[in-house]
């Protein structure tokens, strides 16, 4: 359970993931972190679920355009 330095608890993976300050903030005076990568963390969520997720409002809304009728209420269930 050591917590490492530029290290990060991502509870939505449930991983340690790399948490660098790059020194800037923005625009809300919070600072900006960003992974191994260079890829910006989003408040607690690591660069990969945020990016999953984005994903996933892309596909919904793909979705939502074309025919809904068979997994309508499924998606509608889901969304809380
Ligand atoms: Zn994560």
């Known amino acids: 359970m050591g917590e490492k330095e530029n290290t990060r608890f991502c ?10 300050y790059t020194g800037k903030r923005n625009a809300m005076g919070a600072k900006i972190y960003v992974d191994e990568n260079g890829k910006r963390w989003d408040a ?3 660069p990969s679920c945020h990016h999953a ?6 596909h919904r809304r793909k979705r ?3 025919n809904v009728s068979k997994n309508r209420a499924h998606n509608d269930m889901s969304i809380q």
Do not use: N
């Not at 997720?53 to 892309?58: A, E, G, I, L, S």
């Open 11 to 20: 509870k939505y993976c449930g991983e340690d993931k790399p948490h660098i």
């Open 53 to 58: 997720q984005m994903r996933k409002v892309y």
């Open 64 to 66: 939502a355009g074309g």
């Open 44 to 46: 607690a969520k690591c």
